[in-house]
């Protein structure tokens, strides 16, 4: 089975920190994606990426950042958290095919205070 | 400007019965339709998918329904068991060589006894 892991479950930022973060995914597919998740609005695309190295932004990529060294590791970064940032992300991944589906992480909860 | 549209927000239906949930979109270049199940604390997982070259799609007790005149489509779920309360999600990808989807907003679904 495809896994891809998200390094924490729930987090707690303060206001203006930098925040990592970090997915793996173990079964070498070249699309890789960040959303969030919030009550209401569904799922958002923050930024996403079909390479290593390249990256494009999605409908809501303000305030994030991601980076894409290695094919199996996609990292959002939050420059300066803010508490409207406090949300579920989601990270996933996909082959190139797409009726495979996507395959999502379990999430990170981060709260930012 | 959201997509696809999702209703309802959220749905009741008892064991045995069949749940209905609807999704329009707007964007004429989508052309692969995937619906999205997720249970609380993971992440979505992909239930069963459409093209528009056909009006409908089986798998078990989920069916999918497509109008591509109307641009709407649903799910239906036959003999609802209390194991497909869950979170419904449809989405909707523009063309090949994209791996985006964009997401409905979700509809909670809970099946009583």
């Known amino acids: 089975d495809v896994k891809v892991t998200q390094s924490s479950r729930y987090l707690v930022k303060r206001t203006g920190e930098k925040v990592f973060l970090e997915c793996v995914q173990d079964m070498d597919h070249e699309n890789m994606f960040w959303y969030r998740q919030d009550p209401g609005l569904g799922l958002r695309l923050i930024y996403f990426s079909y390479d290593v190295k390249m990256k494009e932004k999605g409908d809501i990529p303000e305030g994030y950042s991601v980076s894409r060294e290695k094919k199996e590791r996609f990292s959002l970064i939050l420059e300066s958290a803010s508490t409207n940032q406090t949300s579920m992300y989601l990270c996933?991944?996909?082959?190139?095919?797409?009726?495979?589906?996507?395959?999502f992480g379990s999430g990170t909860r981060l709260t930012v205070v | 400007q959201q997509q696809v549209k999702q209703s309802p927000q959220s749905l009741i239906v008892q064991k045995g019965g069949i749940s209905i949930i609807n999704c329009a979109y707007e964007?004429?270049?989508?052309?692969?339709f995937p619906w999205y199940q997720q249970f609380p604390g993971k992440g979505p997982a992909l239930l069963i998918a459409?093209?528009?070259?056909?009006s409908e799609k089986k798998e078990g007790r989920f069916t999918i329904s497509f109008n591509k005149s109307a641009k709407q489509f649903s799910l239906h779920i036959m003999d609802s068991q209390p194991g497909d309360s869950a979170t419904y999600f449809c989405?909707?990808?523009?063309?090949?060589?994209?791996?985006?989807?964009?997401f409905g907003k979700g509809t909670k679904l809970s099946v009583i006894p």
């Open positions: 964007n004429t270049a989508f052309d692969y």
């Open positions: 459409i093209r528009p070259d056909v």
């Open positions: 989405a909707a990808s523009p063309g090949a060589g994209s791996y985006q989807l964009t």
């Open positions: 996933a991944s996909i082959p190139s095919r797409r009726t495979l589906g996507y395959t």
